[in-house]
Each structure stands twice: as structure tokens, then as C-alpha cells.
């Protein structure tokens, strides 16, 4: 029997986590949540999940911290990235995917089309 995928949620809103989850086949999938950039750093480290969805805007540490710190260690390195966030200025995106993001996404945003981008980035192999 194939693992079930990891995903870690990590976003400050409650809302965030039972809107996403509604969306995503949570059958298939070992979902993980934190709600503060401290708590994903620690939980990525530990749970080494698959897949992150890192909002931005985090107390105690922001995404864009997460990241950097996340990609420069060789532990997690690996771990996909997809920043969501309601920044949305170009200058944002940019700065997203030079630390090391795999995708950027906006809020707000449909569910439906996030939730295929969780699952294409899941499905994608490994480089």
C-alpha cells in the first residue's frame, strides 16, 4: 500500500484550514496544521511533509522566513512550497519564488483551483 501524502497547512486562520480541507480529498491525504511560522518550521522538520501551503502573514515568524530558512537547510530543502498570501504585487511574487517557493497564489482564490494546484504539486515527481 502506497503512503498517504503529507501536507502541511500552515496559515494563522482557523477559517483557512476548514476551507481548504473541505476541498482536498482528505482520504488520500495525512494533513498537518500550525498556525505560526515557529510551529511550521518545527513541524516541517519533523513531520517532513510532501507538500507546504505557508501563508505569509504568520505571527511569531512570516512565510517568506519559513521559506528561506525551510530551502537553505539540506533536511528540507526538498519540501514544495506553495505561498498563499494576500500579497499580490508582482514585486511580491517574485520575492516568493527567489526564496525558493515552488508556486504563489493569491487570496483570495477559488478553493477549487487551489485545491488542484495542491494536487498537481503532490502527484509531480521529486527532482
Do not use: W
Not at 3 to 29: G, Q, S, T, W
Not at 53 to 61: Q, S, T, Y
Request: charge should be negative.
Amino acid at each position: 500500500m502506497e503512503r498517504k501524502k503529507k501536507l502541511l497547512i500552515a496559515d494563522d486562520d482557523n477559517y483557512a484550514h476548514d476551507l481548504l480541507v473541505e476541498f482536498l480529498p482528505v482520504n488520500e491525504l495525512d494533513i498537518i496544521h500550525a498556525y505560526d511560522g515557529e510551529e511550521t518550521l518545527k513541524l516541517a522538520e519533523e513531520q517532513m511533509p510532501d507538500l507546504i501551503v505557508l501563508d505569509v502573514m504568520m505571527p511569531l515568524m512570516d512565510g517568506r522566513d519559513v521559506c528561506k530558512k525551510l530551502k537553505n537547510d539540506p533536511k528540507t530543502r526538498d519540501i514544495r512550497i506553495i505561498m498563499l498570501t494576500g500579497r499580490d504585487q508582482q514585486s511580491d511574487r517574485i520575492l516568493g519564488l527567489e526564496l525558493g517557493a515552488d508556486d504563489y497564489v493569491t487570496k483570495p482564490c477559488s478553493m477549487t483551483y487551489l485545491a488542484r494546484k495542491i494536487q498537481r504539486a503532490l502527484s509531480e515527481p521529486v527532482d
